[in-house]
């Protein structure tokens, strides 16, 4: 089991930033994979970016790209999101998910092909 815990949402203003975290703990050596996905209200959830666990392998949503940095500090067992110029249309809730060893060849922007998941940390960006 991989137990992970988000923080690092608030409330920002068009165009600001925000880091979310995600620490991991638990069987984190079965880790291949952490992703970011969001899901708004009434919509269902969508894929934000992802990081190899070891490697430098980074994948992103065409809706995040050139705003949105993934990256981790393994040493911590932690994935960082640095969200910049954020939008109006950024605003769901954020979840850190992880791939086990098992998924390796799976897609990574299905949320079904993950098998660990945070609680969500919620990102309202205000106009």
């Known amino acids: 089991q991989v137990q992970l815990v988000e923080s690092g949402g608030g409330l920002v203003q068009a165009g600001g930033s925000l880091r979310l975290s995600c620490a991991a703990s638990?069987?984190?050596?079965?880790?291949?994979?952490m992703g970011w996905f969001r899901q708004a209200p009434g919509k269902e959830r969508e894929f934000v970016a992802a990081?190899?666990?070891?490697?430098?392998?980074?994948y992103y949503a065409d809706s995040v790209k050139g705003r949105f940095t993934i990256s981790r500090d393994s040493a911590k067992n932690t994935v960082y999101l640095q969200m910049n110029s954020l939008k109006p249309e950024d605003t769901a809730v954020y979840y850190c998910?992880?791939?086990?060893?098992?998924?390796?060849?799976?897609?990574?922007?299905?949320?079904?092909?993950?098998?660990?998941w945070g609680q969500g940390t919620q990102v309202t960006v205000s106009s």
């Open positions: 998910a992880v791939q086990s060893l098992k998924q390796i060849n799976a897609g990574i922007t299905t949320p079904r092909n993950y098998d660990y």
């Open positions: 638990g069987r984190t050596v079965n880790m291949y994979r």
């Open positions: 990081i190899r666990w070891s490697g430098s392998s980074l």
